[in-house]
């Protein structure tokens, strides 16, 4: 019982009163405690920000953990140096709950939450390796340097909680991202030997250090690198520094982004993508600079092009989603990768070179016809949105697939003979990645063309525009979509077979081999086609497995191997009951349509499945900003809205989409509007039909909510919904 009572101070303690027998002492009178004194407080609890107790030579604390206690002898002597305390507890939670912010139970060898999510749960070894805690190297900074980080470029940027990234590591991931993501088209802005050079002496940008390293562990699954510490200190380097743009941040910003969409978080890649394209722009990166030397100007070329790669995971061909509309790029394409690391410069011509003039591009290269081919397929992805409209005549059709053909076809003559598709040219070529994925575009970009023919199909041209092209053209059209499959197949299998297992793809690849697979099962039903519907099914798992081998862990990727596994499924059931009456494919995915935004834009930005923007499912808390109206007129305000929003969206019998106004005349002009395809496309103004949201607008077609491409979209009505059959001043035809 002698610690019944805990001093108030150390001084105090030795005031204990004396119970031994003898004459009792005249009574002293003790001043009561000044309220306003502080208790003595060692330095370990005043660090921990924990209670001490003041207990003289050691407090409790101390001496139950185990510390050296400033109230020791030592410091009576002022021997005394103050040592910082270990840490005792450690993240327990996984890498993905971790970077999620989710509460993690740490169950072993997964978590309860990461198999609820079906998701892969890795823990860092740092706090898995020792039962007990572990020493305070590299662990030793509060939570608060987790959330700090220094707006200098050459300040400890990397000081969070959690393995710390040293000079081996870095070295041996930046090794890696030039041997491994470096061939990819989106990653190739970063000039090897300066990076390498500067990471070797210490003097990189930390910024851009961290997000390569990062994004590297990601692409690799390196699972015992902290790499979403990495990313989130390089995205808050970024943002702190929001009214400085640089190069090294864009860089770094590029990363992060491609870093978020691999592990998921599409509503952040979507904002930051926005913040690059205005770093972009506020630096004239869209600009030549004669001025800088040939690799400083290569180097800002190759990352301009490289955030115009980046349009197509959320726009889907939408114009307002653009980033880097083409009209506004002054740039030539990128040159070689021999002259680009070898510091020389070539030039190579414009994205979009003028019809019948010289740009001077003797040697493009295989990035460069890439981006061109890029360019053409978005071309070809707006026409047939407007053939799908009605706002293409048919009698311009075949004169537009002409020249889109034309274009085609110089654009595969300009390839070197050892870029021109062969086995051989495959598994000779360095950048095999990149091979691959040029030629599988190229086929892709034919069957973008000519599936506007495949009768029966959900990305089809409509049936006054089918009815209108000649039998003849149609059967050429489906014939030629059919044989472009297939050599995508065949890319596929020799990929599989003759091809480096160890290099990786991007997501185009998996896209390109989804569609195939999606066209040769759909094509195996009309007659004289290549392959029975047995063989189109197994040619269908050679592109599941590439997409399940090449992106296992790609939160992007993940819809497209769940709807081809569906789609395989589906057919296999049809061989199996020898059902071949139906023309339109099995069990098809539908759109997912969001209800938490505006309808209107709803009807008209019906995304694809493989829209990044439709997966981050952003919510329109518009309702918020007034206060919310009485029960009657509440109901007043919706009847009305639905009334006008069944009256804007009228179906014509031919498959045609009309836009309603107040007026007879405005309505009738509508119609009257594309009925220059054919006499089987006119509509009968009586006889109109009110569609209701999410159905097909033809019956005669699969769902026109059905979407897998995301360079083809929708052959459907969205981009006509709530706009008035006049043209607004200042918008051309292509808007």
Known sequence: MTEALRPLRPLQASSQPDHSPGPTPSPISVSAPDPLQKRAICSQCRIRKVRC???????????????????SSLSKLGQYVVKLPERRRRMQACIPCHSKKTRCLGELPSCSSCVRRNRVCVYPNASRAKKHGSTAEGTRSDDKSTRDVSLGPEVGVGSAEGPALDHGTTMGLMEDYFRHLYPLPSFAFLHKPTVLQRCGDQTINETLKLAICAITALQLQRTSLCHDIWVQQAEQSILQQIGRASIFNLQALLLVIRYRIESGEFPTAFMLAALAARTALALRLNYERPELSDVAQEARRRLFWALYLLDDFFCVGLREFELCPEETIHLQLPCHEDYFEAGRSLRTGLLRPEPGLSDGSTFLGLRGVFLRLTSVRRAVMRFNRRVGLGDELSSTISGSIQRFEEELRLLNASLEPLDQYSVSNLTACRWQAQFLMLHMSLHQCHCDLYRLGLDGYSEAAPSPVLVAIHPRDRIAMQSKCLDHAESIIRIVSDFSNHGDRDCLLERDAAVCAFES??????????????????????????????????????????????????????????????????????????????????????????????????????????????????????????????????????????????????????????????????????????????????????????????????????????DMYGVSTLRPSGLDDEF
């Open 517 to 718: 697979a999606r066209l040769v099962m759909f094509g195996s039903r009309i007659p004289g086609s290549i392959s029975s519907l047995d063989v189109a099914i197994n040619k269908a798992k050679l592109s599941l497995s590439l997409i399940t081998r090449f992106f296992p862990y790609s939160a992007s990727t993940q819809p497209l191997r769940k709807d081809l596994e569906r789609l395989i499924a589906s057919y296999s059931v049809r061989l199996a009951l020898q059902t071949q009456e139906t023309f339109s494919e099995p069990d098809p995915p539908s759109a997912r349509p969001s209800t938490k935004v505006s309808q209107y834009a709803s009807a008209r930005q019906r995304l694809s499945v493989q829209s990044l923007l439709l997966q981050s499912d952003f919510v329109d808390d518009s309702n918020e900003i007034a206060a919310l109206p009485q029960e009657p007129e509440t109901q007043s305000f919706t009847t009305n809205a639905q009334t006008t929003i069944q009256a804007a969206h009228v179906s014509g019998s031919g498959g045609e989409t009309v836009i309603a106004t107040n007026t007879p005349n405005a309505t009738s002009s509508a119609v009257s509007r594309n009925q220059g395809w054919s006499t089987a496309g006119q509509v009968n103004p009586g006889s109109v039909q009110v569609p209701s949201f999410g159905l097909s607008l033809d019956a005669g077609q699969e769902d026109a909510g059905l979407i897998f491409n995301p360079w083809m979209g929708f052959t459907s009505t969205e």
């Open 53 to 71: 107790d003041g207990r003289p030579n050691t407090c409790q604390n101390c001496d139950r953990l185990g510390f050296e206690c400033s109230f």
